[in-house]
């Protein structure tokens, strides 16, 4: 069984926003709600400043803080390793925001789906309701399909997430983690990629690589 | 480019956890002089219990905003939130009966029982929200056994005032003013101990001390909080005990009260989550896009 994953190279990540216009548009998110985000840090006084772009999404924890407060099982752990949300068991009590340590979750602020008349109908059959909590799913509709289409996720695009497909720096990697001839598993050995706030215990399946120094030493 | 964040909990959350604790408090204190001294139970308290879990309960409904998924909450017994909605419905359910059931006769043995389980039921719905705020790894402020103990003292606290306010001065066996006068001294005990662990711990956990002490909570934690909700109840508790004047002791009953909501919502906003990078990577930048 795969357990996707996905590893991001922080040097190669130049900010330019392309993964949170793609994933916008795949996905169709409201106003306000970012299913994954570039975050801009500064680092140092001048004339020693140095830039971190951080792009942040779901990290599609094993050890799921999100899943643990849950009470009505909308967040569930699917088995290959993606954590996503039953919309129709959200009962908007926004738990799983506060629980999530890396801000990987937005209430739908309106609905997605546009009212007026003569807009055209959207591909996807859900419509999603204000006040549900949405995250990153790794584009799962789009694994799924490829996967039917005997593509392989992480190699072939129809079968890849949105945001890895329209970095213009390859910065994103995605693929199955329990391959250890994958390239995502390459990567992070090579690399030696990191986990984001390791100390939370909650094992993420996205690894970064870091710029400069590593994040273990800090 | 940046985004703002989206608000969490806020005032919604700060009143549930306020009534459903106070409820929990008010009905341990009307039980009590049944449970330890075998005299009656205060029916008043009781129903002022109720009044307020109810109210909690109204307000988790309005916040989830759909009565037909309302009974999913129940679904993930490993959830704190569940926990919270199983205790909230069996403290409403026992102290339903307890109002209900005959006093007298041969339903003593029943109503025995019953008050049992509405003060587990009490205690769960006290405790579970400090449970499920550890369950949150981003806020450190939010770490630890401390927000349980600081809640289930404030919890017992505001149950006394409520007791208090609602006619118990002379109708128990025992000196409600004593234990409440107590009961701000175990309240101010923890939450002085919350401050100084919180100010000691993580640097995220500091700023979020600082800004409660100092920053942009100051009014409402130090002068809400501190000063009306515990401050002035203290001095008004001992001067109305010393001079055996039950105005002063119900006025600084509503103030326990309030300064008992301030606090929950202190709690929600001075919540800061843990830098996604490491702390020193807090600059303005940084500031700008949380």
Partial sequence: MPRWGMVIDLFRCIGCHACTYACKAENKTGKGVFWTFLYDYERGTYPNVTRTFLPILCMHCENTPCEQVCPSRATHKQADGIVAIDSDKCIRCKACMVA????????????????????????????????????????KERIERGIAQGLTPGTEWDANPACVNACPVNARTFGDLNNPESEISRRIRSQRAELLHEEFGTRPSVFYIPVGKSWREE | MGHESQTEWGWSIAIEIFCGGTAGGAYILSALPYLIFGSTIFLTGVVASLFLVC??????????????????????????????????????????????????????????????????????????????????????????????????????????????????????????????????????????????????????????????????????????????????????????????????????????????????????????????????????????YH
């Fill in chain 1, 100 to 139: 999530c340590p890396y801000r990987a979750r937005f209430e739908n602020p309106e609905d997605a789906y546009p009212t007026t008349k003569g807009h055209p109908k959207q591909e996807h059959d859900t419509l999603r309701q204000p006040g549900l909590v949405e995250k990153c799913n790794f584009c």
């Fill in chain 2, 55 to 288: 109210i909690s309960v109204f307000v988790l409904i309005a916040e989830s905003t759909s009565l037909r998924r309302v009974p999913r909450a129940f679904s993930n017994i490993k959830s704190p939130l569940t926990v919270g909605a199983i205790s909230l419905s069996l403290f409403i359910l026992f102290s339903t009966a307890t109002v209900a059931i005959p006093h007298k006769g041969s339903a003593t043995g029943a109503l025995s029982i019953v008050v049992w389980l509405a003060v587990a039921a009490s205690l769960l719905t006290i405790i579970y929200p400090g449970i499920l705020m550890s369950f949150m790894k981003g806020i450190p402020l939010w770490g630890g056994s401390g927000p349980s103990f600081l809640l289930l003292s404030a919890a017992l606290l505001s149950g006394s005032a409520v007791v208090t306010l609602a006619g118990g001065m002379g109708r128990l066996n025992f000196s409600l003013s004593q234990v409440t006068l107590w009961g701000l001294v175990i309240y101010g005990f923890f939450l002085f101990i919350f401050i100084v662990t919180g100010g000691r711990s993580s640097k995220t956990a500091r700023i979020s001390v600082q800004w409660l002490i100092k920053g942009n909570l100051f009014l409402l934690f130090m002068i809400g909080v501190i000063a009306m909700g515990w401050v002035v109840p203290f001095t008004l508790y001992i001067v109305g005990m010393v001079s055996s004047s039950p105005p002063l002791l119900h006025i600084g009953s509503c103030l326990i009260l309030i300064g008992g909501i301030l606090m929950r919502y202190s709690l929600m906003a001075a919540a800061v989550r843990m830098p996604l990078l490491s702390d020193d990577s807090i600059t303005p930048t940084y500031w700008r």
